[in-house]
């Protein structure tokens, strides 16, 4: 309840911003699910568990780091051929048309984007959707930690083509969660998928755009 009432929110502020400045919208809406993750973990945290452990931010191995980020470059490579492969079927559709415009609107909407949708929104996701869900989907088995979370993890991206995309980083993450009962790979692995991402969109070579 807490995810959608700020989900929500945040897209009535989006609204308030001017509709032909692309750049600006795509700095905000790079923030969009950091600061929508934090506040609905925020509201599990303090009406549940008051501790930070039972979530996974528990240290873990810099062997696990080195993977997670090789998993976020396999995320991002899945991520091109699921594109390219979209593009084949259904032809172009960009969804996330803003925050291509912030990555190439120059060094300092790049900076601030990359900061919110590579830095902080990977954080914001992975403490609620495997911190507070798949931990919560974890006692049932393996199948409803990774893959079910992973698919409410898509869903929560929207109906479009990154759902298959997010479903597919969902899994990555969930099992390095799982694996590790740690959050830092998967903060990790989402970071260098989303990184990759504004780098490839700055410099021209994200397909949907």
């Known amino acids: 309840m807490a995810y959608a009432a700020l989900l929500f929110a945040f897209a009535l502020l989006l609204g308030l911003l001017p509709r032909g400045d692309p750049v600006l919208l795509g700095v905000v809406g790079s923030t969009a699910g950091g600061f929508v993750g934090v506040g609905a973990f925020s509201a599990a945290f303090g009406l549940r568990i008051r501790a930070l452990r039972p979530f996974g931010f528990k240290p873990v191995s810099s062997r696990w780091l080195v993977t997670a980020v090789g ?9 091109l051929i699921i594109q390219f492969t979209y593009l084949t079927w259904f ?8 925050l291509h415009a912030a990555a190439r609107g120059g060094p ?7 900061l919110g949708g590579a830095i902080f929104t ?3 996701e992975e403490i609620l959707f495997r ?6 989907l974890n006692r049932y088995g393996a199948f409803a930690g990774v893959v079910l979370s992973s ?7 929207g109906v479009s083509v990154i759902l298959p995309v997010a479903i597919t980083v969902g899994v990555l993450s969930a099992i390095l969660f799982r694996a590790t009962g740690s959050l830092w790979p998967s903060v990790v692995l989402h970071s260098v998928y989303n990184g990759a991402n504004s780098f490839a969109s ?3 070579f994200a397909p949907m755009q």
């Open 202 to 204: 700055a410099l021209g």
């Open 71 to 79: 998993a976020g470059i396999v995320g991002y490579g899945l991520n």
């Open 151 to 157: 698919i409410i993890f898509g869903l929560a991206h």
């Open 108 to 114: 300092l909407p790049f900076l601030l984007s990359f």
């Open 131 to 136: 911190g507070v869900v798949a931990n919560a």
């Open 91 to 98: 032809g172009r559709s960009d969804p996330q048309g803003i």
């Open 122 to 124: 990977p954080f914001g």
